[in-house]
């Protein structure tokens, strides 16, 4: 089994242990507060940032411990940060929806649900805990179940990051005309980072269309480059949560990428 398939599998295991009745669900739907504008919000600046609330990867294990990933979230936002991204797959990445909610309720920047979003009822819950924006990886998902659930996602009022790993992957993103699309730069079957991907991707995605670059972001001179080679914006995680001051080393990869 892939590293891929084997986490979907794991997030499919816990859904089905916390899943809500079709009712309750649609009333914490009703709930929640009407979705943000992410697109403005990536718009804002020539280049943006996406910060990243994650404890660990598959392929560098634990990374930091965030005892609050509220008060961190804060500190993006101080920083300059235009949305945030919060990991809730909690076998590989140590995150959950609980932290999800606290940083709801502390930020008023739009929110990224970062998990292996596969089904119609994991789209719905991210809406129903405030999700602006979700990911949709090209590479976990049919032509079929890609449309259907990009379908529900804009009906609910959220964006999708389309996640594209390669060309082909590119080309049926394409399909379903999306807003945003994510190069990233990590290969899911070797968990290596190739930067290269950068360069050869992000001129391939049209106009009109929000390039985000993913993974791989160490430090700002990689903001950078990911903005020569066409990125829009930038998602970055492990360095960000490793560092003894978040909101002025979002300010630094935005001063790098926008000097």
Do not use: C
Request: hydrophobic share 45%; aromatic share 4%; no cysteine.
């Amino acid at each position: 089994m892939s590293v891929l398939n084997s986490i979907i599998a794991g997030v499919l295991e816990d859904q089905a242990k916390r899943q809500l009745s079709n009712s309750e669900l649609e009333e914490k739907m009703a709930l929640a507060a009407k979705p943000l504008d992410v697109l403005a919000a990536l718009g804002r600046e020539k280049f943006s940032i996406i910060a990243e609330v994650k404890r660990s990867s598959p392929s560098k294990g634990s990374l930091a411990e965030i005892p609050s990933p509220e008060r961190l979230a804060r500190q993006y936002q101080e920083g300059g940060a235009a949305v945030i991204s919060v990991l809730t797959e909690q076998r590989r990445f140590g995150g959950s929806l609980e932290d999800f909610e606290k940083v709801r309720g502390e930020v008023t920047i739009p929110l990224l649900r970062k998990d292996f979003i596969v089904n119609d009822y994991l789209v719905k819950e991210s809406r129903a805990y405030g999700a602006d924006l979700i990911l949709l990886i090209v590479a976990a998902l049919g032509d079929d179940e890609l449309k259907r659930l990009y379908e529900l996602v804009v009906s609910l009022g959220m964006q999708a990051l389309i996640e594209i790993h390669n060309q082909e992957e590119l080309e049926r993103a394409l399909s379903i005309s999306p807003k945003i699309i994510g190069v990233n730069a990590r290969n899911l079957k070797t968990l290596e980072i190739d930067q290269s991907n950068f360069a050869k991707l992000l001129p391939l995605i049209p106009s009109g269309i929000v390039r985000i670059a993913e993974s791989g972001m160490s430090e700002p001179s990689d903001g950078q480059s990911a903005l020569i080679a066409g990125a829009d914006a930038i998602l970055v995680g492990e360095a960000l949560v490793k560092s003894e001051n978040p909101a002025d080393s979002v300010r630094e990869f935005l001063n790098v990428a926008n000097s």
